[in-house]
């Protein structure tokens, strides 16, 4: 499906860049918003929705709204940051999980990024999608694209980072890729509120 105009809830151009391109037609717009709620969530998902939310209260009527929160879990950092990535990194990300894992084996270094994406409908319809990229964490940085971990984080299958595999690598094969792909799914495989409400009523009926 094609077309649709959507606010991304975040501030993070690069997310809207790269969903720009990950799904195609669609017309993504940062949500130009102050006073976004604390990622404070026990999961991707929900901060993801919370952020979609926010946004729809905010966006014009006729767009959709998208929410995404993502993260790197880390072996050698029990899982860590996960879905306090943004936090703990605070805008050194590279430099700070070097440090984080100074003098640790590759057993420690195996990773992986997470992303949730949440999309609603003008309507408020909900519809998500999943997606994660396995991976390990580089002892030093390299490449310029993506922005991030990209410049230690080296896609399972690869040797080199996501950095220097570049964008386009990015846009086939990363994590929000996956999930955008998944959202699409899901968005083919909709019906429409008027088709639901009918299933219902038949289901109800005795
Ligand atoms: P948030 O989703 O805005 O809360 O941020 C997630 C955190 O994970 C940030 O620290 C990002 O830098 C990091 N992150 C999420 N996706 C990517 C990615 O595609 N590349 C590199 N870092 C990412």
Redesign the pocket.
């Known amino acids: 499906m094609g077309g649709l105009k959507a606010k991304l809830a975040?501030?993070?151009a690069?997310?809207a860049r790269?969903l720009e391109r990950l799904l195609p037609g669609w017309q993504i717009d940062l949500l130009d918003a102050d006073g976004y709620p604390p990622?404070d969530g026990e999961t991707?998902y929900d901060?993801?929705r919370a952020k979609a939310h926010f946004g729809r209260g905010l966006a014009p009527s006729e767009t959709w709204v998208l929410g995404?929160?993502?993260?790197?879990e880390v072996a050698g950092l029990g899982g860590g940051?996960g879905?306090h990535?943004?936090?703990?990194?605070?805008?050194d990300?590279v430099g700070w999980l070097l440090r984080q894992l100074d003098g640790m084996e590759d057993d420690s270094r195996r990773a992986r990024?997470v992303?949730e994406l949440v999309a609603l409908s003008p309507a408020g319809e909900e519809l998500r999608g999943t997606g994660t990229?396995e991976g390990r964490i580089a002892t030093q940085p390299s490449g310029t694209a993506?922005?991030?971990?990209?410049p230690i984080?080296i896609p399972q299958g690869e040797d080199q980072t996501?950095a220097q595999l570049g964008n386009e690598w990015?846009a086939g094969h990363?994590?929000?890729a996956r999930a955008a792909r998944a959202l699409l799914e899901s968005l083919a495989n909709r019906r429409s509120p008027d088709d639901q409400g009918r299933r219902l009523r038949r289901a109800q009926r005795p």
């Open positions: 975040s501030r993070n690069n997310k790269e990622e991707y901060n993801a995404e929160d993502s993260g790197l940051p879905v990535s943004s936090r703990s990194a605070a805008g990300e990024y992303c990229l993506g922005f991030g971990f990209d984080f996501v990015k990363s994590h929000r």
